[in-house]
Structures are given as C-alpha cells and as structure tokens.
C-alpha cells in the first residue's frame, strides 16, 4: 500500500483528532466509514474487528493486516476499556498504541479505532456519556458504537438520538438492538425497523447495526450460536436504509457459520475478542475460537506458545485466589498486563506471532477482507476527506417521530427481551 495513493490518503483521510494528536505519523488512522466501505465495496466481506485486550492482541492483528493487505478495526468495548476497565488498553490510550505499532511495523492498510459497546443503561449513563465521549474522540477514537440494546426500544433509540449531536460527523456510526444475550431474547425485524427509521427521520445514518442473533459474548457453552436466516431476514427488511451489520461474538461460532454470514448478510464487521486473548496467551482453541478445557476442567496451556509457563501458574494461582470462574479470567488483562510486558523479546514475540497466525487465517480464509486496503484508500480519495459521508439519506417523515411518537410507537412493539441479567463483554 505504500506510494503516492497512500501518501495522498495519509494527507487528507486522517481524521482532525488524529491529525492533531500524531501531526508526524505515517499511520493511516481513518473513520470506521472507510473500513465498511471497503468492505461493500469488494462484496461478502467482513472486517476483522479485533477487541484489543492487550498489547500482543493489537501487535500480531496489525501485522496479519499488513500481510494480508486488508484494513482492520482495533477496538475496545466499555467494560473492557472504559472506567471501570479490565484491560490496561483503554479508550484513551489504544489510538496511541495503535499509532506507535503503525508507525513501528511500518504499516500501511487503513485502521480504525472503535470504542465498541458503549454502554447506556440509566439515565446516570446518558448525562455521564455527554461528558465522556468527546474525550475518548479527543484521545482518538474514530469510530464508536452507542449501545442501549439494554433499555426499552423507545428509550434506547432516544439515547441514540441525545447522544449523536457528541459524535463527529465523519465517524463511524454503529448502534445496537436486542442486547446480546444467547439464543434469549432475539432480536426483531420489527425492533430493527423501528430503531433505524427512528434514526433516519432525525438525520442519523448508521454505518452498522448489532442485533441478538442467537450469539454471545465470551466462552460458549453450547453450539447454538449465530442465527444467520434471522440476520439476513432483518438485513433485507433495512435495505432501504443501507445500513451495514455488525457481528457481535464471534468467537463460539465456526469458520464456516461465519462464512454463511458473510455470503448471506449485510455484515461488514465481526467482533473477535475472547478468542485473541486466549491465543496470545497461548491456550489451546479450537476453530470455534474456544479455549480448550482438559479432563478436569481446566484450560490447555501449549507449552512453549504464549506466556512462560511460569507466568501462566501464576495467573492460574491468582484467579483461583480470587474465586474466579472460566470466564472471569479476561479480569487477568489488567493486573497481569506489565508482567507480561516484561517477559522476554522471544516470549513477547511469539505472543504476537501467534495472533498473527490466526488473524491472518481469519482474514483471508473466512472473513473475506483480504486485498481491501485499496478499496478504503479508494473511497478516501473519492471523497479527498476523512469522511466519506452517509450512505443512506432520509426516507422517514420526522413529523412522525417526535419524542411522543416515538414513545407511543414503542408501545406496539410485540417483543420478548429474554432474562434480566449483566450480559456484557
């Protein structure tokens, strides 16, 4: 991707926060538009969306990037990054990771960086998030996802519509019905609908839309996953409004589940996060993305892949101390985050190296997304700016999506919403 294309995407695709913070870089940081874009562009793509738990996780996806000649999303989700993290790489810091390890392995496709799932619960969240989303845009967020699938439709196509005014123009755009719960609570065409229509009598055109479609976040214990005839089913019913998917959890599903997902939807972005981190440590996962569990219930730790093996015993040895279950242990992220750092070159690399491998064969193997870079630095061009625009344009009559409205249409929804509970990330 280097030469004079890259040199001109680099000149005008990089965001005003970016270009601001990195005036010197050579990392191509761009919207989150310009990754779905690419991804329409050549047609059944998916991007990888890589949930950057840790320093290992973000290092080996640039490169599987850069090999693979395809533009990447690097993101992190509130409970992951946000104030009450358990990862050290958070919404204020990963943009500077990024750009570091960019500029570093000399790469050159186009990331973005998303802060995924941010959480709107209570209207506490809504006043808290008026405050905080322009710092995470100001420390280099390019691209994020307003996440109040926990809330009634109406309230949470509200919060969408309170929040946006917070969100620059040119990022990228994702919102969420039906709170990712399982095979619970599935998500609607008629909750979908009523989101995205809401949305576009107020001007706002979403890149991305995340449903419930029977997957979960995390370990999976059961083969349930994705429900892709309900995906495309919902797909089709918001074509009208060019809306792209988003897929949540990937990790749990098979390469050949993600594949049908990719040829039979409007997905342009899976989200993998569990399964990175535990291949950095160096657990043993199957295609699935699951970490294996030997005959006493316990993880498979490949000897001479990830950590030391030491470093492993400890973590192990302190999650026990602690009472942990399975999948309480990406809560290892935060307090083990420098003792991994300071592992040696060889030990760190191979952590790396091993996301490396496996995001390289996701990306040109199942996902699709292999030998898009050009079509993102393409889009940019076109568009000679960071933002590439919408793609949808208002169809609704706003008359009728007044606050009252809004509120009274909410009330004929038939939905079931599953079990109450903490389903996130």
């Known amino acids: 991707m280097a030469g004079t294309d890259f040199e001109k995407a680099l000149a005008v695709g990089r965001p005003t926060n970016i ?10 940081i761009v919207s989150g538009k310009v990754i779905d874009r690419a991804m329409l562009a050549k047609g059944k793509a998916l991007a990888l969306a890589a949930n950057g738990r840790n320093y290992f996780v973000i290092r080996g996806v640039l490169k599987a990037a850069q090999r693979a000649n395809a533009p990447v ?7 992951e990054g946000g104030q009450k993290a358990y990862c050290a790489v958070n919404y204020w810091n990963m943009a500077r990771i990024v750009d570091a390890l960019c500029n570093e392995l000399h790469i050159t496709v186009p990331v973005a960086i998303h802060a995924d799932h941010y959480g709107i619960k209570n209207d506490k ?34 919060a969408n519509i309170a929040l946006n005014p917070f969100i620059p123009k040119w990022a990228g755009l994702e919102t969420e019905v039906g709170e990712i719960k399982g ?17 576009n009598a107020r001007d706002i055109f979403p890149d991305w839309i995340a449903l419930n479609n029977g997957t979960t976040h995390g370990l999976e214990a059961s083969d349930a996953g994705i429900q892709v005839d309900l995906t495309a089913d919902i797909h089709r019913a918001l074509k009208p409004y060019k809306i792209s998917g988003a897929q949540h959890g990937t990790s749990g599903n098979s390469s050949e589940r993600l594949r049908e997902i990719a040829g039979k939807t409007a997905t342009t972005k899976a989200n993998v996060a ?23 219930g316990n993880f498979i730790k490949i000897k ?10 400890e973590m192990v040895a302190y999650a026990e101390s602690k009472g942990w279950k399975k999948g309480d242990y990406k809560s290892l992220n935060l307090p083990f985050e420098n003792k991994l750092l300071a592992q040696p070159r060889e030990v760190r690399e191979r952590m790396a190296k091993r996301v490396e491998e496996f995001a390289y064969k996701m990306i040109t193997e199942v996902l699709n997304s292999h030998g898009t870079a050009p079509l993102a630095i393409e889009a940019i061009l076109k568009a000679n700016s960071c933002d ?5 344009s208002r169809i609704e009559d706003p008359t009728q999506w007044s606050d009252p409205k809004i509120v009274e249409r909410a009330g004929m929804i038939s939905s079931d919403k599953g079990p109450e509970g903490n389903f996130e990330d």
Do not use: C, R
């Open 19 to 28: 270009a601001q913070l990195f005036p010197n870089s050579k990392a191509l």
């Open 304 to 313: 001479g892949e990830g950590m030391t093996e030491e470093l492993w015993a």
């Open 388 to 392: 590439v625009g919408p793609k949808g």
């Open 183 to 199: 095979s619970q609570g599935l998500s609607t065409v008629e909750e979908a609908l009523f989101l995205i229509q809401g949305l």
């Open 73 to 79: 999303i690097i993101e992190i989700a509130k409970s």
């Open 274 to 296: 569990t399964a990175l981190q535990m291949i950095s440590w160096g657990l043993d996962v199957n295609d699935y993305g699951n970490a294996q569990l030997d005959a006493s």
């Open 125 to 158: 969240d809504l006043a808290a998030a008026k405050v905080e989303i322009p710092t995470m845009f100001e420390a280099g967020i390019t691209s994020i996802a307003i996440d109040a699938s926990h809330l009634p439709d109406d309230q949470n196509l509200l």
